[in-house]
């Protein structure tokens, strides 16, 4: 499932969907509230378990939903990793907890996704928003650097390691690419990769940098202290 806000109203609205995201993606979108919004809104990786007694997905009170909640046990959802002038969800939603194993598939797939949008766009005479779609498709490099450098951290592999970077951008919340970005500048001392359009470059804050740090800090103090 994916979104995007480039319609009449800039109201956001589905692009495909297949499953239970049909009813439920389509009823946030309807109520503007649920996490696939605090995904969008935020530009940040939401992880979200639903058991019986828990409300954190906020969709059993939406009024357009019954039955459809019933078996969703988790869902996750990721903002799309190219230009903040067409943003994009992408949605999954589970019948267990999610765990790292289905973070790792969505790692896979999600840049599908967006290439995929990329062409249609591009089909439609969409020239420019497809270019810009592809260009930051280079922040997927950014992002596995930063895998590589939590795996290298804690040695841990590579689900587990995107898992910690989706963690910490919903707990501080800052955007998965940006933290990406702060994350290898920071270690690497240099600009990470970008893309070649000065407005799809990604500048992340003091305040940003400075969370990249402390994240970097926690991760090498802790694998120190485990290694003594």
Same mark, same amino acid.
């Given at each position: 499932?994916?979104?995007?806000?480039?319609?009449?109203?800039?109201?956001?609205?589905?692009?495909?969907?297949?499953?239970?995201?049909?009813?439920?993606?389509?009823?946030?979108?309807?109520? $503007?509230?649920?996490?696939?919004?605090?995904?969008?809104?935020?530009?940040?990786?939401?992880? @979200?378990?639903?058991?019986?007694?828990?409300?954190?997905?906020?969709?059993?009170?939406?009024?357009?939903?019954?039955?459809?909640?019933?078996?969703?046990?988790?869902?996750?959802?990721?903002?799309?990793?190219?230009?903040?002038?067409?943003?994009?969800?992408?949605?999954? !939603?589970?019948?267990?907890?999610?765990?790292?194993?289905?973070?790792?598939?969505?790692?896979?797939?999600?840049?599908?996704?967006?290439?995929?949008?990329?062409?249609?766009?591009?089909?439609?005479?969409?020239?420019?928003?497809?270019?810009?779609?592809?260009?930051?498709?280079? !922040? @997927?490099?950014?992002?596995?650097?930063?895998?590589?450098?939590?795996?290298?951290?804690?040695?841990?592999?590579?689900?587990?390691?995107?898992?910690?970077?989706? @963690?910490?951008?919903?707990?501080?919340?800052?955007?998965?690419? %940006?933290?990406?970005?702060?994350?290898?500048?920071?270690?690497?001392?240099?600009?990470?990769?970008?893309?070649?359009?000065?407005?799809?470059?990604?500048?992340?804050?003091?305040?940003? @940098?400075?969370? $990249?740090?402390?994240?970097?800090? $926690?991760?090498? %103090?802790?694998?120190?202290?485990?290694?003594?």
């Amino acid at each position: 499932m994916a979104t995007d806000s480039k319609n009449e109203g800039g109201t956001p609205k589905a692009i495909a969907a297949i499953g239970v995201a049909t009813e439920l993606d389509t009823a946030q979108w309807k109520h $503007a509230q649920g996490p696939i919004w605090d995904a969008f809104r935020r530009d940040t990786v939401i992880v @979200r378990p639903l058991g019986e007694d828990d409300e954190d997905l906020g969709l059993r009170s939406l009024p357009d939903l019954g039955a459809e909640v019933n078996g969703v046990k988790g869902a996750i959802f990721v903002p799309g990793e190219f230009g903040s002038d067409l943003p994009t969800v992408f949605s999954v !939603y589970l019948d267990h907890v999610p765990d790292d194993r289905v973070l790792r598939d969505i790692d896979r797939y999600e840049p599908l996704v967006t290439q995929a949008l990329a062409v249609v766009e591009y089909c439609a005479g969409e020239e420019q928003v497809a270019q810009q779609m592809l260009q930051m498709t280079q !922040y @997927r490099r950014v992002i596995e650097q930063a895998k590589g450098l939590v795996m290298g951290a804690i040695g841990a592999d590579a689900p587990a390691a995107f898992a910690a970077l989706a @963690r910490a951008s919903q707990h501080f919340n800052i955007r998965l690419r %940006t933290l990406a970005v702060a994350l290898v500048e920071h270690v690497g001392r240099q600009d990470a990769e970008h893309p070649d359009d000065p407005e799809l470059i990604v500048r992340p804050t003091p305040a940003e @940098r400075e969370t $990249a740090a402390r994240i970097w800090a $926690a991760l090498t %103090t802790s694998a120190i202290l485990e290694q003594g």
